[in-house]
């Protein structure tokens, strides 16, 4: 059995320093500071609304798209702001990835899901993608299911399949960080727990964050988890420290279902 | 706002409900078994056996169905902390009736002849123990420190009148072996008084961890 009660996580990977976000007049991110370990995994849960998803897009710069979007302060990721005008998107994207709601499987071969961004990287060599492709399906237990079916639709298989498939394409091109947006929303109870376990796998060596409302999915699968309300992180600690003993009381409210 | 979670709060008010009921039942036979000593009763304390077998039925109750919140309301941070020490809370109680129990055997052995003495300081110490049951159960449903820190100190009370009598009862029964037989009940009847406190007194602890988060040694 893995350790998931101790101590987790390496150096930190990304951190957030008086991150702010506006939409338009609104401020969605009202300075926020929180540290990301490398392998670990932190979940962040608050009602809907609070800036959860808000933020995790934030970190990979999803928002950017969004008309009317301002962002001040800096999210710091291999010794850079990464709002610095300097970072390249495609570069950032491809060390940081991200994992939707829904699985969004391009109506691609399962192969050619994969295969897709280190193409965009430049990789071009059979063999090399071949590689990266087996790797990655097999990064995320799919890899014997799936083998004799590489040029057969990603929209052919389970909904939890397809999200796995999700997860590969985003280790495709070895990130360092993975975020997870509801990621098992779409997904039964089973495929779930699938999920979860692959995000304990995988902690072995990224650093994952997930956003997630549903509690028993944030205190089963994560080391660290996050509590915001209104755009401001109400308290960040140990998940076991969090749904045993909030320090906070809107924490706990929340954590006991008497926030709604 | 409307409470969104009132089942699971009317589960958790009858936990308390419960804890405080079978804290009455282990009180009563608490108070039977002194007075099956004091009135030298052995029909009182067979009668007192007996009724054991209630308090520990509502242990495995109360057991049961703070396993169901668990299993199938999730409850977590004070919740969680509460249902835990409902369990807790539960097996000291218990012990409470099981220690009543012992006082009712040895009270049985004392029954056919008068006593050497009268007995006042175990009554004395059987009245802080009740008093310190109620105080740790309503300190729990109540979730009243202040209670549970009166309740401390009348434990260090007890641990004093059981050094005294021990060392009362010993002298005794230095000066004349005539009355070892009966001074050894009273010794023992005594520290069944002193176990049940220190019981209590892990009741107090858990409340204290339910209220504050922290674990921690209430009384060595």
Known sequence: MRDVAGEAGGAVKVEAKGFRLYYGEFQALKGLDAAFPDKSITAIIGPSGCGKSTFLRSINRMNDLIEGVRVAGEIVYGGKNIYDPSVDLTWLRSRIGMVFQRPVAFPLSIYDNVACAPRVQGITKKSELDQIVERSLKGVGLWDDVKDDLRKPAGGLSLGNQQKLCIARAISTNPDVILLDEPASALDPMATLRLEDLMWELRENYCLVIVTHNMQQASRASDYTMFMLDGEIVEMGHTRQVFTNPRDPRTERYVTGKLV | ?220
């Open chain 2, 1 to 220: 706002m409307p409470n969104p979670r009132r089942t699971f709060d009317r589960q958790l008010a009858k936990l308390d409900e419960d804890l405080l009921a079978m804290g009455r039942e282990a009180e009563a036979m608490l108070g039977d078994a002194l007075k099956a000593l004091k009135e030298r009763d052995a029909a009182l304390a067979d009668a007192t056996i007996a009724r054991d077998d209630v308090v520990d039925r509502y242990r495995y109750d109360i057991e049961r169905r703070a396993m169901e919140i668990i299993a199938t309301q999730q409850p977590a941070a004070r919740d969680l902390r509460r249902v835990f020490a409902a369990i807790a809370i539960a097996a000291d109680v218990e012990r409470v009736g099981d220690y009543s129990v012992d006082i009712c055997k040895t009270a049985k052995r004392l029954a056919d002849k008068p006593l050497f003495k009268p007995l006042v300081d175990i009554p004395r110490m059987a009245g802080l123990v009740v008093q310190m049951l109620r105080d740790s159960l309503e300190g729990f449903v109540s979730r009243d420190l202040a209670l549970i820190e009166k309740m401390i100190g009348d434990d260090d009370e007890v641990d004093h009148l059981y050094r005294y009598l021990h060392d009362e009862l010993c002298d005794f029964m230095m000066k004349d072996p005539e009355l070892v037989d009966q001074a050894v009940q009273l010794v023992l009847i005594s520290r069944h008084l002193e176990r049940i406190a220190d019981h209590i007194t892990n009741i107090g602890e858990r409340v204290f961890y339910v209220e504050t988060g922290e674990l921690k040694e209430l009384h060595q």
